[in-house]
Nanobody
Framework: QLVESGGGSVQAGGSLRLSCAVS?????????MGWFRQAPGKEREGVAT???????TYLDNVKGRFTISRDNGEDILYLQMNLLKPDDTAIYYC???????????????????WGQGTQVTVSS
């Protein structure tokens, strides 16, 4: 089970920190984890991923603004979002892979387990 929290409404330039608590999976620390988002009328897109060895990847237009991290002791995934823009408005989903993957591809098909999503709204 993956449960996201931390979404909300902020003005442009503001910050939010998303959290995703993972339970019911074994060997979570070795699995790849990621954040995806989906805006109305658009396809789900990858925002950031982190492998079990802490290798990270980011969507180009969030680089320098968003930071993905994980607490393997507590099985929690985070996404720190700074300098938010109206284009960041979307439902954000956390995801976990079915196994350990090196340099995971940031596509929805690479991930098996998904949270229910949390809304992020950025106003101008």
């Amino acid at each position: 089970q993956l449960v996201e929290s931390g979404g909300g409404s902020v003005q442009a330039g503001g910050s939010l920190r998303l959290s995703c608590a993972v339970s019911g999976l074994s060997y979570t620390s070795s699995r790849s984890m990621g954040w995806f988002r989906q805006a109305p009328g658009k396809e789900r897109e990858g925002v950031a991923t982190i492998d079990g060895d802490y290798t990270t990847t980011y969507l180009d237009n969030v680089k320098g603004r968003f930071t993905i991290s994980r607490d393997n002791g507590e099985d929690i995934l985070y996404l720190q979002m700074n300098l938010l823009k109206p284009d960041d408005t979307a439902i954000y989903y956390c995801a976990v892979s079915s196994r350990a993957i090196s340099r995971v591809t940031m596509t929805p098909s690479s991930f098996t387990y998904w949270g229910q999503g949390t809304q992020v709204t950025v106003s101008s």
